[in-house]
């Protein structure tokens, strides 16, 4: 505690608690379980007028009236399905952000601070009334002067005062945790407690939204079925962010939308594709689309609606690693073959070497199992998910926060989508996106794109590859490589590297000869200082690469 105003602040937290008959679960934890008796000497306890409803209810309530940290703190936690009993998780994916909203005059005052102007220069019209409020921020409508609308997204004021300090008692609250608690320790509530600080920063910065908007603008460029509001970046800060204001029939509206006459399975199957699109395709992903921030817009000329993505705060990178992780996963689930998960997470170092193939494979086919036993259609691909984590987890898979994003943003599609299209077949849609990201990164394609991509950097030092190998074959032949260690093991392998030193200088030459082949390959058509026959020449160096390496493996 540092301050008056944080033990003040603790001291409210601990009446909303009381106030939703928390401090029962709070007596039950193992911690307090020793002077449990003192709950039943509590006077609020002596009456019956204890709050209603289940443990998990009374816990989402809780965190709506304690305010946007915890509100965000439960949002964050209702992802961590692999660390909360099921029905908590369920209950704080409920949590709403909506709170009442600040004066007009006050919106109005913070953008003429940011801008060092009055709105009447800003904009031709600017209504104080808000569109929409919640914990972060609050949405304007108003009008450019060159008559175009846009939306105003106003930060509150004094937001990062809040944050700060509610940031900075939850962090108090779990180091006091994680040093009295067992299942404190366990569990690391500091590092969900620095998750959210991250996130939470992340999104009172308007500057990181708007430059999200245009990511996923410039990934969409060439698409009729999406449509990402424009940027206006003159008018857009840390504090303030305007963009082009859509006119659309949000995605809850079931029947505007039937009454546009618009193809609800056609909805649904796009939704996915365009959300799978991101994850495999992109490498970059939305990962706040429920359906208030998802509107659709119907077409005039006969074609196929435009779905309008809005508020890009939140959003999430995937490397080529976690994209490997996903595909192969979900293509070898798609199979049943168990097997080959177990053998993925082990081959790729996500669990421990020494894990043993097959109690894995048992763990995960004991979980999965029951969900094949439905239609195809039927089955989650986010509670898979879900499932894989869990079980990886007790095998000593640390996962990434980016792939938990990833299960509940999926969880968050799939429901949207059999909303619409109750008989949605989401491995149908999604299957092409991952076996199209798989055959672009393995096989031939794979060598190709990898060849083409890396041509540059293999042009620059080429012209010290033949000095380099004739400088280690010339070593090798007069055995002037060491190994520095003391293990008698090494030591034998030493002396063997020794003895095959004809088999080593083969399979360098071999090895050689394919990159050759490769950037042959490559060039052709990429340079015009290529010749005709390089296509042939390519294939002859590749084939007498090959021989050579056969040649070196053998006795």
Request: aromatic share 10%.
């Amino acid at each position: 505690m540092e301050s008056l105003g944080e033990i003040f602040r603790l001291l409210k937290i601990q009446r909303i608690l009381i106030r939703h008959g928390l401090d029962e679960i709070i007596f039950a934890t193992h911690l307090f379980r020793p002077v449990r008796l003192l709950f039943y000497l509590l006077p609020w306890n002596w009456f019956g007028n204890r709050a209603k409803g289940t443990h998990a209810e009374r816990i989402r309530r809780a965190l709506e009236d304690l305010g946007p940290v915890f509100v965000k703190l439960g949002q964050l936690l209702s992802t961590r399905r692999d660390m909360l009993p099921e029905d908590i998780a369920n209950e704080l994916s409920r949590l709403q952000d909506n709170v009442p909203p600040f004066p007009g005059h006050v919106a109005r005052r913070i953008i003429e601070d940011e801008f060092d102007k009055p709105i009447s220069d800003l904009f031709g019209e600017f209504n104080e009334t808000p569109t929409a409020s919640a914990s972060i921020a609050q949405v304007h409508a108003a009008t450019m002067n060159d008559g175009r609308k846009v939306i105003v997204k106003v930060l509150r004021p004094d937001i990062e005062d809040i944050i700060k300090r509610d940031l900075g008692l939850l962090y108090f609250l779990a180091r006091q945790a994680e040093h009295y608690s067992e299942d404190g320790r366990r569990l690391r509530p500091t590092n969900v407690v620095l998750e959210l600080r991250k996130t939470l920063f992340n999104e009172l910065d308007f500057m990181r939204e708007a430059a999200n908007a245009c990511q996923f603008k410039r990934n969409f460029a060439n698409s009729t079925r999406i449509h990402i509001p424009e940027i206006e970046w003159p008018l857009t800060s840390e504090r303030v962010l305007v963009m082009e204001r859509i006119d659309g029939i949000p995605l809850t509206d079931i029947a505007s939308l039937k009454a546009a006459n618009i193809d609800l399975k056609w909805l649904a199957e796009t939704g996915v594709e365009i959300f799978f699109t991101q994850v495999f395709r992109d490498s970059f992903f939305h990962a706040d689309m429920h359906p208030g921030n998802i509107f659709v817009a119907p077409s005039e000329n006969g074609r196929h609606p435009i779905i309008q993505l809005v508020d890009f705060g939140i959003a999430s990178s995937l490397s080529e690693f976690d994209q490997r992780y996903l595909a192969e996963n979900f293509i070898a689930f798609l199979d049943k073959d168990y097997q080959r998960v177990a053998e993925l997470h082990v081959e790729s170092g996500w669990v421990p070497r020494g894990t043993r193939v097959d109690e894995f494979e048992a763990a995960i086919r004991t979980v999965c199992e029951p969900l094949f036993d439905r239609a195809i259609q039927q089955i989650s691909f986010g509670n898979l998910l879900l499932r894989l984590f869990q079980t990886a987890r007790q095998f000593g898979m640390v996962i990434m926060p980016q792939l938990l994003l990833l299960q509940k943003t999926l969880v968050n599609i799939e429901g949207m989508g059999r909303q619409l299209y109750p008989d949605l077949d989401i491995w149908k849609v999604a299957r092409p996106q991952m076996e199209r990201w798989m055959s672009e990164r393995v096989g031939l394609r794979g060598l190709y794109r990898g060849t083409r991509k890396n041509i540059p950097h293999w042009l620059d030092r080429l012209p010290e590859l033949p000095g380099k190998a004739i400088d280690l074959m010339e070593r090798l032949r007069d055995g002037r490589i060491e190994f520095q260690t003391r293990s008698d093991d090494i030591q034998k392998l030493r002396l063997e590297i020794k003895q095959a030193n004809k088999r080593t200088v083969m399979a360098i030459a071999g090895s050689t000869f394919i990159l050759a082949a490769a950037i042959i390959y490559g060039l052709d058509g990429f340079s015009p200082l290529m010749f005709s026959g390089a296509p042939l020449l390519s294939w002859v160096f590749g084939i007498a690469g090959i021989g050579l390496l056969v040649f070196s493996s053998g006795d």
